[in-house]
């Protein structure tokens, strides 16, 4: 199975409201990234985390690899956090090969 | 941000002839990535690249894959001859001494 499971698949929010997305990983990881990919197919780097916990404006990312899970929190949503968020693991030793979620479309609307 | 370059974006070509898809790294960078999507599906790892060398391949790294970046110019994927399910967007991505690995905005090869 994949080792690399995110959810949800499509979420769909109102301006100003927030909500959570989450990967779960089959095995341990030693880092994840989270990506958005614009409407122009960039994927724009949004978190690098080996631990813990880290904050950028509306977006805050956690990372536990212990329990095998990221979460991307997103707050106050407005109309350009559309688009489709990836998370991407890496295994210990790996040298930074990623393996990517199936990644989760947003809709933020007025 | 720093900007991983690829084009075309779009690449035509007919089952058996050769292609090489180009990716412009950020400078700077030492460590090279090819990653494959295929329709519907996530994006794969295919190999990694540094020094001259390939580091890590995939199963989806055929025989008929190669990559190089002579003399610090573009790094390539050459694929000879191509197949009907080499069709897929071709991400390069690229990463210094950092962690963050930064990627282009893909190659869609569509083999025919």
């Known amino acids: 199975g994949d080792q690399v499971e995110q959810s949800p698949s499509a979420l769909s929010l109102h301006e100003g409201t927030g909500s959570a997305l989450r990967c779960n990983f089959t095995?341990?990881?030693?880092?994840v990234q989270w990506f958005r990919k614009n409407s122009r197919g960039s994927l724009i780097n949004l978190f690098y985390?080996?631990?813990g916990t880290k904050e950028n404006g509306r977006l805050k990312s956690a990372f536990d690899s212990k329990e095998r899970y990221s979460t991307l929190h997103i707050r106050d949503a407005q109309l350009e956090d559309s688009g489709t968020y990836f998370c991407?693991?890496?295994?210990?030793?790996?040298?930074?090969?990623?393996?990517f979620g199936k990644g989760t479309k947003l809709s933020v609307k007025s | 941000g720093p900007k991983v370059l690829q084009i075309p974006s779009h690449q035509i070509i007919d089952m058996g002839q050769m292609v090489t898809l180009n990716c412009d790294p950020v400078?700077?960078?030492?460590?090279f990535y090819w990653y494959k999507q295929i329709l519907g599906q996530q994006m794969e790892f295919l190999v990694n690249?540094?020094?001259?060398?390939?580091?890590?391949k995939s199963k989806l790294f055929k025989d008929q894959f190669s990559v190089e970046r002579p003399d610090g110019s573009y790094f390539t994927l050459k694929i000879q001859p191509t197949a009907l399910e080499d069709s897929a967007v071709y991400f390069c991505?690229?990463?210094?001494?950092?962690?963050?690995?930064?990627f282009g905005s893909g190659t869609r090869l569509t083999v025919l």
């Open positions: 095995t341990t990881m030693r880092a």
């Open positions: 991407a693991a890496e295994a210990g030793g790996s040298n930074a090969k990623l393996t």
């Open positions: 690249f540094y020094n001259g060398k390939v580091m890590e």
């Open positions: 400078s700077n960078h030492l460590y």
């Open positions: 991505a690229s990463r210094g001494t950092g962690e963050n690995l930064y």
């Open positions: 985390l080996a631990s």
